[in-house]
């Protein structure tokens, strides 16, 4: 699945950002997700989506609710990820994931793993 992102950039601290993957026309069929890798950090998953459109954040950080928002456009073919009011530590190349299935799985520390194809990634970095 040819995956393309989009939308990153430098951005000041508590801006918002919208980044976009345009999924090959499959963003109904597939479960899918962005991942961020920060600087010196390991990759991590930030939302996933259903291929019905189900979203999934990882409701074991606080801190992070509200903070990310993933959606899709079906007549475009694109799964969006809004971050609000960015913070430096949301630095990062931020990738779109598409896994073999319609269904995600539960949050996991191995989620990235679930996913097969990968995107090229977009630099979103923050400046305070």
């Known amino acids: 699945v040819p995956l393309v992102e989009s939308g990153g950039g430098s951005v000041q601290s508590g801006n918002n950002v919208t980044l976009s993957c345009s999924a090959g026309g499959l963003i109904s069929l597939l479960c899918m997700a962005w991942f961020r890798q920060s600087p010196g950090k390991e990759r991590e998953a930030v939302a996933t989506m259903t291929g019905s459109g189900i979203p999934q954040y990882d409701d074991s950080d606080d801190s992070t609710k509200g903070h990310f928002s993933i959606f899709k456009d079906y007549t475009k073919d694109i799964l969006y990820l809004r971050i609000n009011s960015l913070k430096p530590e949301d630095t990062g190349m931020y990738y779109c994931?598409?896994?073999?299935?319609?269904?995600?799985?539960?949050?996991?520390?191995?989620?990235?793993?679930?996913?097969?194809?990968w995107g090229q990634g977009t630099q979103v970095t923050v400046s305070s």
């Open positions: 994931a598409a896994a073999q299935y319609q269904t995600c799985p539960s949050w996991s520390v191995n989620l990235g793993s679930y996913f097969d194809s």
